[in-house]
């Protein structure tokens, strides 16, 4: 059971996550399963939005400096949800363990100091493999046209030539057909049913509406 005074700290990494909430109940709910019981006091909580990344996360993280700070002052244990909440730095979470100040991570409330060590090098480990697949990812996407960093039409742009094309092909295919219909008169209702009887598929691949037909018939007098 939990003895003794006790400082909250709970982060998320974005905004999002923090105006929303995601990651943060899941926290707190973490820390009140570790506090349920015993003789202690929760003397304050601390929340941060803001990444883990960095030889020295208190340079970003004003709210850990201050409860890093509150912990000192009361001789309170600092207890957060997870180890990674904390940070993803070997060198960070060694000085944590050097320094005055007690902490206790909820999801390894028993770890000895080596414990500790092991599972802040696997969190870099885990956040390094992270930054090298949104790289990966970026590079794939460039690949395919698309211009990083630039949102809306001019990333859009290539797709839409691409499906303007594809469209102009198809449409250039069924040309001789729909002379054929309009010079037997057939009315648009009548082309679909030969469509549809013919076994042509329309451009979804199902069969064939009055909506898809007139794109067509359109598509196809642009053309000519």
Known sequence: MAQGQFIAYYRVSTARQGMSGLGLDAQREAVARYLNGGEWELMGEFTETETGKGANPL??????RAALELCKR??????????DRLARNVAFIAGMLESKVKFVACDMPDANEL?????AAFAEHEAKRIGERTRDALAAAKARGVRLGVAGPANLK????????????????????IVGFRARSLTQR???????????KAPNGGEWHR???CRLLSRIDRLN
């Open 115 to 119: 414990t500790v060590h092991i599972m």
């Open 190 to 200: 009548a082309m679909v049913s030969e469509l549809n009887a013919l076994g042509i």
């Open 74 to 83: 009361r001789g309170a244990t600092l207890i957060i949800a997870k180890l």
């Open 211 to 213: 909506g898809q037909l």
């Open 158 to 177: 290539p797709n839409l030539e691409a499906r303007k094309e594809s469209a102009d092909a198809f449409a250039g295919k069924l040309a001789g057909l």
């Open 59 to 64: 340079e970003k993280r004003p709210q850990l």
